[in-house]
């Protein structure tokens, strides 16, 4: 049982409004209770703590009442600044006509809106790891004008049952609220095919409880998933997703030609050893990383 030094603080705390707090002194009562082996108490107090009525903010940005807690949405969600757009990302004409009609979409809902129809709200981009798929998501964010929160799957997977499909929900109930591109990178750590022999019954839950959120959320902006193992999906979450984009390995030259315009906006050349370098790597990523350490050795050289 709690003691009452920590009941006073933790009234005082919730008398005060003080809702950070009050949370923070909510869980350590739940982990001591779990050390000294009531696990289904401690199960009980966690899970009480995801409606609390608090109203700060994530990055600026309010969480919704009686569903999120706001530390947890602190802890989950990574805002990330984007200046990427449409055209620095290098894609097929297909995939950007389909990336470009979501913009429109977006900019002409009311429009739509009138006329009965609704525009797809629900993303997924698939292909090889470093194939342009984040900065593809980075790029419609920066297109609508939202801002681009990243999930933490470290803070989203729960060590209880049933605690993962509370976070989600969280999740997509701030998405709901807010307008906002909510990215799940690498989807592939929460929706992978059900009825696995080597998982246990949760993972499959927490499968089911994604697919229910993606289908029942009505969102102010949008959910972006990626993966780079599309085939380990299960099969039901891409009828959850209004639009699927595939974004193949890109060629040698592709990487070439992605690098040199890296390269004009840090203001330098492609020199003979970086084009080399460049020459020997297979995607977007690695070639991203190779120009901007180029061009930290020539600033730093400047000095």
Same mark, same amino acid.
């Given at each position: &049982? ?21 949370? *923070? ?17 401690? *199960? ?14 994530? %990055?600026?940005? /309010? ?9 947890? $949405? ?5 805002? *990330? /600044? ?17 990336? @470009? !009609?979501?913009?429109?979409?977006? !900019?002409?809902? #009311? ?23 984040? &900065? #593809?998501?980075? =790029?419609? =964010? ?40 909510? $990215? ?14 080597? %998982?246990?019954? !949760? ?7 994604? &697919? *229910?959120?993606?289908? $029942?959320? @009505? ?28 974004? /193949?390995?890109?060629?040698?030259? %592709?990487?070439? @030609? ?26 977007? #990523? ?7 350490? !180029? ?9």
């Amino acid at each position: &049982m709690p003691t009452i030094d920590q009941l006073s603080k933790l009234f005082k705390a919730i008398a005060s409004k003080d809702f950070l707090s009050s949370e *923070q002194l909510a869980r350590q009562i739940a982990a001591e209770e779990e050390k000294k082996g009531h696990r289904t108490a401690a *199960q009980l107090l966690k899970g009480s703590l995801v409606t609390n009525g608090a109203k700060p903010a994530v %990055d600026g940005y /309010p969480a919704p009442d009686a569903v999120a807690s706001p530390a947890f $949405l602190m802890g989950a969600l990574s805002r *990330q /600044p984007s200046s990427v757009t449409l055209r620095d990302v290098r894609m097929g004409k297909s995939q950007r006509a389909s990336l @470009e !009609e979501l913009v429109k979409e977006f !900019e002409q809902q #009311a429009f739509l809106k009138v006329r009965g129809v609704h525009r797809r709200t629900k993303l997924i981009l698939h292909g090889p790891p470093g194939c342009g798929k984040s &900065m #593809a998501a980075r =790029a419609l =964010a920066n297109e609508m004008k939202l801002p681009l929160f990243v999930v933490r799957f470290d803070s989203v997977i729960g060590a209880y049952l049933g605690q993962t499909a509370i976070n989600l929900r969280q999740l997509f109930h701030f998405a709901e609220v807010n307008q906002c591109v909510l $990215l799940f990178d690498e989807i592939d750590a929460l929706g992978k095919r059900r009825g696995s022999l080597t %998982d246990v019954g !949760e993972l499959d839950r927490v499968v089911i409880a994604l &697919m *229910q959120e993606l289908e $029942l959320s @009505e969102l102010q902006g949008f959910i972006v998933a990626t993966s780079n193992l599309p085939t380990t999906l299960d099969s039901a979450l891409w009828r959850r997703f209004h639009l699927s984009v595939e974004l /193949p390995r890109p060629s040698k030259r %592709d990487v070439l @030609e992605f690098a040199r315009a890296k390269a004009r906006t840090f203001k330098i050349s492609m020199s003979e050893p970086l084009q080399r370098r460049v020459a020997a790597l297979r995607n977007y #990523a690695d070639a991203e990383v190779a120009v901007e350490n !180029e061009a930290r050795r020539l600033a730093l050289s400047s000095l």
